[in-house]
């Protein structure tokens, strides 16, 4: 399977505890992006790779979380002190080097997260 | 915000053309149209998009109309497992190319 994958699938964590999310993108995808998406809206952008260039981040996306993509392949999405409202569907997608109005994102199947 | 406007639910019979109205009042001569589905469950599935000519692939045709505020994606033959979110959005003109989903519309296939 070539698509995007995300690791894990499903996390459960307490409030307080810190989580780790892992996105590997298409091969050879030089961009990549992080959404979340919270029950019956759909998903929000939070944080945009160029490489391993981080070039826009949400205002969404608090002191808590970062995000890195250290050798412009995979990414991390990590959340410090989770809060209950961190409980959502945490969405990768990469594409490719087309101009950017004409490209299509890929997404993966994201990461449920659930916050007690 | 998102610059596009979509009913919140349609019902279609399956085997029949779905027909999914979009507004954008709003666009600008740059911005392209795209159309994204989601499956319960799972990521956003690209469907197509198109800049002002009407475009088809495997999946569904594209209809802009020449004023380009509003678009009609058509799924030709409708089938159960269509039933999804369907979001239309609009292209930013920023550079990132982040797509801004609305809450789209729930198209619910019946057999």
């Known amino acids: 399977d070539t698509g995007v994958s995300q690791d894990p699938r499903h996390k459960i964590t307490k409030r307080g505890q810190n989580v780790t999310f892992r996105c590997d993108p298409i091969?050879?995808?030089?961009?990549l992006y992080w959404y979340r998406q919270t029950l019956g809206q759909g998903p929000e952008f939070l944080t945009y790779?160029?490489?391993?260039?981080?070039?826009?981040k949400s205002r969404l996306l608090s002191d808590r979380f970062s995000a890195e993509r250290p050798k412009g392949s995979f990414s991390t999405l990590e959340i410090q002190r989770t809060e209950q409202g961190d409980s959502a569907m945490y969405l990768c997608a990469s594409s490719s080097r087309r101009p950017v109005l004409q490209e299509t994102q890929y997404f993966g199947p994201g990461t449920r997260l659930l916050v007690l | 915000d998102a610059k596009t406007t979509q009913p919140t639910s349609m019902d279609c019979a399956e085997g029949r053309a779905a027909n999914l109205p979009c507004n954008h009042s709003t666009i600008s001569g740059n911005e392209y149209v795209y159309w994204y589905r989601q499956i319960h469950s799972q990521g956003p599935q690209y469907i197509i998009h198109?800049?002002?000519n009407n475009e088809t692939n495997e999946m569904a045709s594209l209809i802009i109309t020449e004023d380009r505020k509003s678009s009609t994606l058509i799924l030709p033959h409708a089938t159960l497992r269509d039933t999804a979110v369907y979001y239309c959005i609009v292209g930013t003109p920023s550079n990132t190319g982040k797509l801004i989903f609305g809450q789209g519309t729930t198209l619910q296939v019946k057999p």
């Open positions: 091969s050879e995808h030089n961009r």
């Open positions: 198109g800049l002002k």
């Open positions: 790779f160029q490489n391993e260039a981080q070039l826009e």
